[in-house]
């Protein structure tokens, strides 16, 4: 085997929908349950436990809100290198893709210092529960950043070579997926007290 | 996952791509606005000011996104229905576990090592405030 | 290293290959033992070593079960073959059983192998529409299972905590005294998941996307729709166990207190995050078993299945009820009263479709030309069976009757007729119904008969003595039962006894299906293309179907899958893709 070649399943669409896109939707599905499953459980414990807001207030608005920016901003990319990639502009496409990239790459270096400032003032994930959620959601999250930026530069390392471009709308949903759940965790982690 | 997404082949087959594009910077606009309003809301100290603020506008901001970057809706139809579906079932789920998690205590029983540890720390961030409040 | 290296450059030149097109399958060139059966993409190579992957795990978890069955039987005893059972061994011998055969055995055969083999066949296409994924998606697996069994020979053993897991015993290594055997049971799982997750998405795709022009919605196979709508409901349900799965790991590595009522957790939370995935589980293992038995019934009796629609919207109604009633696990564990009776309610409904399902299948034998060859015997034991396990539910779905019932070996006894019809009842009728498509030789009949004699014979004697022991209170997860005077009133051991030779009778009988299996695969008597005469299409391509699936070009659909016995026709089948 030499090369692999791509068997004829691949290049059918019976819903017309294209396959990669398909699976990404259903990838996304599968997610909300994962992500349901952290935030019921916090919302719950949050919801019994009054006494949680005295921990909750240690937390830094200013951090979650300029990451909150820099995610909103590379899902802009994001959703211009899929304009690019419609207009089969892949060298646009991938710059686009880069930037987006980019954007994961300064969201997790500032939650590192935001992390890093917590853990020195004795936050802790076993300190308390609240952070034992804390740092369990948003690390969860973080897992999903890492994946999906090491995916859009595989990705945008094609679309620069003009190949594989519906891919670039793909990997386009799980990113703005990644955008949705921080717009949710940002409130129910910095701004309720 | 999407490293074994389709070939060029499958935008023919899939009917052409027909995604139409919005004004992309202005909506993210709105979104920054949205997100200014979400942190400036909880500011005010009303508590339903913040609830309407932070989770309200979370919503909104998510619905942009879904809508506007997403295009979900113009995808067929069962898309949106099957993401509902997964968010109801999330729902079904908190409501089946709340009366029990969320609750410290129901019909004949009573969760007291949950509510030893409420009354332990409400007393403890009074007497933490107690403190602040001599010091100043 | 050598390998590895191999496997790197035939990525690379992976990527090169999109401009091939469809036709880039007309050429292939030999390939060597390592490409062809370890690092194929071929949906059928990854399909049998899912199945055999799954045979060798039945083979851990028979041998469990058969160590603590004998401790419980003879107490006590050195048994042959294992030696002394200690406690200890005894609760990581009862994990492992419970763990390896729901996890590692039926969710692999079911879903994983013959979702694997089958969905590309039946809907008529080449392959799966993401190969790589998929062999990735067996590789994950592969490791979970490597890691299991590393977790028997670490210091402190193997995980004893149940199935379920249940914390505190589960989340601090004071209690379990598994400090490395419970995480790495843990992470076991949570890669296994990963792996069926990816399958599952890589399932659901290929068949929304690359079925064979023709075939419509209704068109698909039963069998195929189960294992899709059992993907689904795995994708649904396991999510909030993924982050139940990470809180724990962290509660027994870090030392966080997710589940610690004293620092602000929840043990119940565990619970419920277990059994909201726990039962569509039994679901996503029972659907696939459903559709292989209506298969076979339907070729077997020659006739349309009863009802194909009904089938199908009871399987979705069955799946959407199953999220709503996996609290009838925690009737007696804490929860609130007034949630159980919600929860029994729902229970009870859901047998409902789940009887229906049965109804359809003894309405297609109705007036059907029925011939017992070996896999139809075994879909009409299933039929018998699971339909025990599914009353014996009804009982401890009534909320009141199970606060006696709970933790049983009626409870236990109720799950065994559940899950012995789908993992191995079903599972031995789709392997001697498939057998020939996938090796292209028959089975010995008649060594077949004797395996399904023997089995099913031995299965109801294991089983019938543990409801009866059940119903007079015997408790479940108990090492030496010498040790409670109550539980050993008169008759009670008689019945373990029983039940404990019983087993080694099934076990013996499992030989049998092994030679059978093996030599016949070798040796066993050539097979047409389609020996049972049935319709769908994987019986179009040859026995066994080479890369590529149907060298004849791939097939176009023209009617449903079960028109057996046309008025119109002179042959008694009418293939999907025959014009
Ligand atoms: C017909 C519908 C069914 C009903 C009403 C039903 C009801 C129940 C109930 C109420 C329990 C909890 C008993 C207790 O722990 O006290 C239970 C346990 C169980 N059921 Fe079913 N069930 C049904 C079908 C199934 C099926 C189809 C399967 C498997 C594929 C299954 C597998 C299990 C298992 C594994 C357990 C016990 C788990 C454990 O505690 O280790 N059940 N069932
Ligand atoms: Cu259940």
Known sequence: ?193 | MSADATTPHDAAHGGGHTTHHYPYVKIWGVLLVLLALSVIGPMLGHPIVTLLTAFGIAFVKAFIVIKYFMHLTVEKKYIGFLLLVMIAFMLVFVGGVSPDVMKHEGQRWVNTAAQDVVTKGLAADKAAEGHEGKHE | MSSTATATKHEDHGHDSHGHGPDAHAHHPEQNFFMKYLWSTDHKIIGMQYLFTGMFMALIGGFTVYAFRMQQAFPGMSIPGYGRVTATDYNALVTTHGSVMIFWVAMPVLIAALGNYLIPLMIGCDDMVFPRLNRLSYQIFLVSVIVLIASFFVEGGAFGGAWTSYPPLSAKAQYNLTPLGAPMWLFAVALEFAAFLMGGINFVTTVMNSRAPGMKMFDVPIVVWSIIIASILFMASVGPLIAGAVMMLFDQTLGTAFFDPNKGGDPVLWQHLFWFFGHPEVYVVMLPAMGIVAEVIATFSRKKLFAYKTVLYTMIGTGALSFFVWAHHQFIAGIDPRMANIFSVTTLLISIPVAEMLFVYIATLYGGSIRLTTPMLWALAFIGEFLLGGVTGIFLGSSGADIYFHDTYFVLAHFHYTFFPIAFIAVFAAMTYWFPKMFGRYMNEAWGKVHFWGTIVSFNFIFIPLFLLGARGDHRRIFDYTHFPDLMKPGMQDLRILATLSLVVLLSFQVIFLVNFFLSMVKGEKAPANPWKSNTLEWVAPSPPPHGNFPEGLPTVHRGPYEYSHPDRQDDYWPQNAS
């Open chain 1, 1 to 193: 085997m030499s090369s692999f070649p791509r068997p004829i399943a691949t290049t059918r669409s019976v819903t017309g929908i294209s396959t990669g896109k398909l699976a990404v939707w259903w990838l996304i599905a599968s997610e909300i349950v994962i992500f349901g499953g952290v935030l019921g459980s916090y919302l719950m414990h949050r919801i019994g436990h009054p006494e949680w807001a005295s921990q909750a207030a240690h937390t830094n608005t200013v951090f979650g809100a300029v990451n909150t920016f820099v995610l909103l901003t590379s899902s802009l990319f994001a959703v211009m290198a899929h304009q690019a990639a419609d207009q089969k502009d892949g060298k646009k496409a991938a710059k686009f893709l880069y930037l987006t990239t980019l954007g994961a790459v300064i969201f997790l270096i500032i939650k590192s210092v935001e992390w890093t400032g917590e853990i020195q003032h004795g936050f802790t994930i076993t300190s308390h529960t609240f952070w034992s959620f804390y740092y369990t959601a948003a690390g969860i999250h973080g897992v999903h950043v890492i994946v999906g930026a090491i995916i859009m530069l595989v990705i945008a390392n094609d679309a620069r070579k003009g190949i594989d471009l519906q891919r670039v709308e793909a990997v386009g949903l799980y990113w703005h997926f990644v955008d949705i759940v921080w717009i949710f965790l940002f409130p129910l982690l910095y701004i309720a007290k």
